[in-house]
């Protein structure tokens, strides 16, 4: 009988674990990301979730700029993308997953997180605009 408790007790452990999991977003490589940028019917959207300080200091071309802290605010802006791909980055990382949240959470269906943020894209040399 303990047996059969202690392993109910672990099975419904992990359930409740899986369950409150954060979803993650499907990550995007740098090069895979300047190849979808370059095709001529490229819909994909790059949404930096930086600072508007840390936008202007430099991003990646055609970038829309909307803090991390302000995508709930500023939704009716982007929801025109809801059923394109948006690929989200900020400085490191940890920014960009809140805003994932925000956006999977307001129906966006095909988010990507880029692969190493802008301190990755900044370390290959990759172009920015200012």
Do not use: Y
């Amino acid at each position: 009988m303990k047996f059969i408790q202690s392993t109910l007790i672990v099975l419904l452990s992990l359930f409740a674990l899986t369950s409150f999991a954060e979803e993650t977003t499907t990550p995007i490589s740098q090069q895979a990301l300047l190849t979808l940028m370059a095709t001529p019917a490229n819909k994909t959207i790059v949404l930096d979730v930086r600072t508007a300080e840390e936008f202007a200091e430099g991003h990646i071309v055609g970038a829309i700029n909307i803090s991390h802290e302000q995508i709930n605010a500023n939704l009716s802006k982007i929801m025109g993308f809801k059923d394109q791909t948006v690929v989200v980055h900020c400085r490191s990382g940890r920014r960009a997953v809140s805003a994932e949240n925000d956006l999977r959470a307001a129906g966006f269906s095909d988010l990507r997180h880029l692969e190493g943020d802008m301190n990755s894209w900044q370390a290959a040399d990759l172009p920015l605009t200012k």
